[in-house]
């Protein structure tokens, strides 16, 4: 699976964005997708992930209420939106894949990773 990412950008805060992540494979459908983001001096954590049909999604507590995700696999494409955004969201954000199609949180149980779309937020 081969996966782009973009919509990353500066932005104030209180803003929002909408990240896209496009797959390059043909049974999307089959792969849960998720996103998770990494600051400067910071590991890489969760922050949201859906299943392979989009009814199973589940969200970090920081981002809880504040960023939706969602995908079309009409598409190939999994989205994160985020609303209300906070200078501690800043980082850079990778969309991941994982075969095991349900929705899981760690690293390990993705198989691939796209590039990084950068989201600064400024104060």
């Known amino acids: 699976v081969q996966l782009q990412a973009s919509g990353g950008g500066l932005v104030q805060a209180g803003a929002f964005l909408r990240l896209s992540c496009t797959a390059t494979v043909e049974n999307f459908g089959s792969w849960s997708m998720a996103w998770f983001r990494q600051a400067p001096g910071k590991s890489r954590e969760f922050v949201s992930g859906?299943?392979?049909?989009?009814?199973?999604?589940a969200y970090a507590d920081s981002v809880q209420g504040r960023f939706t995700i969602s995908r079309d696999n009409a598409k190939n494409t999994v989205y994160l939106q985020m609303n209300s955004l906070k200078p501690e969201d800043a980082a850079v954000y990778y969309c991941?894949?994982?075969?095991?199609?349900?929705?899981?949180?760690?690293?390990?149980?993705?198989?691939?990773w796209g590039q990084g779309t950068l989201v600064t937020v400024s104060s």
């Open positions: 991941a894949a994982s075969s095991l199609g349900r929705v899981v949180t760690d690293s390990s149980d993705y198989d691939s």
């Open positions: 859906i299943n392979y049909r989009g009814g199973s999604t």
